[in-house]
């Protein structure tokens, strides 16, 4: 019996979310569903989305702006977990709304999760250097420089799970984000808004990073105005961190904690 109510409002939440992105996406072509789990870059996958909205970006400065909306196909009790491989995904390029379908009960934990362990072995902090972590938009490549130390809380931004470099205008909401260096990372960008999220068991930077860096461990001025709020943040090395000249920026209503030791 539970099971069954459980599922009569996931399942209508999905149709709902479908309707509204399909809806969208005749009119305006800048709504991407994802539904599918498997990261091959096909059609409906995460990284499918991430490239179709940033192509629209990069190609339009006054771009009204993308939604990538996440729902499981199908309504169930079990999370629905996308692991990427071979490479972490794109940065965003805003304005772009990136949001999971919440189809639990009003207050229980996101049921999309983006789940980093097919990159980086979870809970291993030497497999997240303090590195400049740059993405070549022209080979579809991560660039790994300025390598010094691993672990958390130190300089650098390599491995986020969302990342956004060198943009604006960046929404993330309703996904559970694990097992990356960092769960959010945002390098010398602006007006990105994370907001009910959960961030855990990132053992690099932090669970988020908003950084003016400038990819030599200098500062400036190109962080600002962002926020992180309504959020969990559980067993990260580091919960955390606005820095390096980021300014203007605020974290509220968020909960930060341990439930086991960290890695050593």
């Given at each position: 019996?539970?099971?069954?109510?459980?599922?009569?409002?996931?399942?209508?939440?999905?149709?709902?979310?479908?309707?509204?992105?399909?809806?969208?996406?005749?009119?305006?072509?800048?709504?991407?569903?994802?539904?599918?789990?498997?990261?091959?870059?096909?059609?409906?996958?995460?990284?499918?989305?991430?490239?179709?909205?940033?192509?629209?970006?990069?190609?339009?400065?006054?771009?009204?702006?993308?939604?990538?909306?996440?729902?499981?196909?199908?309504?169930?009790?079990?999370?629905?977990?996308?692991?990427?491989?071979?490479?972490?995904?794109?940065?965003?390029?805003?304005?772009?709304?990136?949001?999971?379908?919440?189809?639990?009960?009003?207050?229980?934990?996101?049921?999309?999760?983006?789940?980093?362990?097919?990159?980086?072995?979870?809970?291993?902090?030497?497999?997240?250097?303090?590195?400049?972590?740059?993405?070549?938009?022209?080979?579809?490549?991560?660039?790994?420089?300025?390598?010094?130390?691993?672990?958390?809380?130190?300089?650098?931004?390599?491995g986020g799970g969302l990342a956004v470099h060198d943009s604006?205008?960046?929404?993330?909401?309703?996904?559970?984000?694990?097992?990356?260096?960092?769960?959010?990372?945002?390098?010398?960008?602006?007006?990105?808004?994370?907001?009910?999220?959960?961030?855990?068991?990132?053992?690099?930077?932090?669970?988020?990073?908003?950084?003016?860096?400038?990819?030599?461990?200098?500062?400036?001025?190109?962080?600002?105005?962002?926020?992180?709020?309504?959020?969990?943040?559980?067993?990260?090395?580091?919960?955390?961190?606005f820095t390096r000249g980021t300014r203007d920026s605020i974290?509220?209503?968020?909960?930060?904690?341990?439930?086991?030791?960290?890695?050593?």
């Amino acid at each position: 019996m539970t099971t069954d109510l459980f599922r009569a409002p996931a399942a209508a939440a999905i149709a709902a979310a479908v309707a509204l992105a399909c809806a969208i996406s005749v009119a305006n072509a800048d709504t991407f569903l994802v539904n599918r789990a498997d990261d091959n870059g096909g059609k409906h996958t995460l990284r499918w989305a991430i490239e179709q909205s940033n192509a629209i970006n990069l190609g339009d400065p006054d771009a009204a702006g993308n939604r990538i909306l996440i729902a499981a196909a199908s309504a169930g009790t079990k999370p629905f977990v996308i692991k990427p491989t071979g490479d972490f995904l794109p940065p965003l390029v805003g304005p772009v709304v990136v949001q999971g379908v919440r189809t639990g009960a009003p207050g229980s934990p996101p049921s999309i999760i983006l789940d980093g362990s097919g990159l980086i072995r979870p809970r291993t902090p030497g497999d997240c250097p303090g590195a400049t972590h740059t993405y070549d938009f022209a080979r579809g490549a991560w660039i790994t420089t300025q390598v010094n130390g691993s672990g958390p809380n130190v300089r650098g931004y390599y491995g986020g799970g969302l990342a956004v470099h060198d943009s604006h205008d960046v929404e993330i909401t309703g996904l559970e984000i694990r097992n990356f260096c960092a769960g959010v990372v945002g390098v010398r960008s602006n007006n990105i808004n994370v907001h009910d999220v959960r961030l855990v068991d990132h053992h690099g930077a932090a669970g988020l990073i908003f950084t003016g860096d400038n990819g030599t461990a200098g500062v400036t001025a190109l962080s600002f105005n962002n926020r992180l709020a309504n959020s969990i943040l559980l067993d990260n090395g580091d919960g955390f961190e606005f820095t390096r000249g980021t300014r203007d920026s605020i974290a509220e209503g968020n909960y930060i904690a341990l439930t086991q030791p960290l890695p050593e």
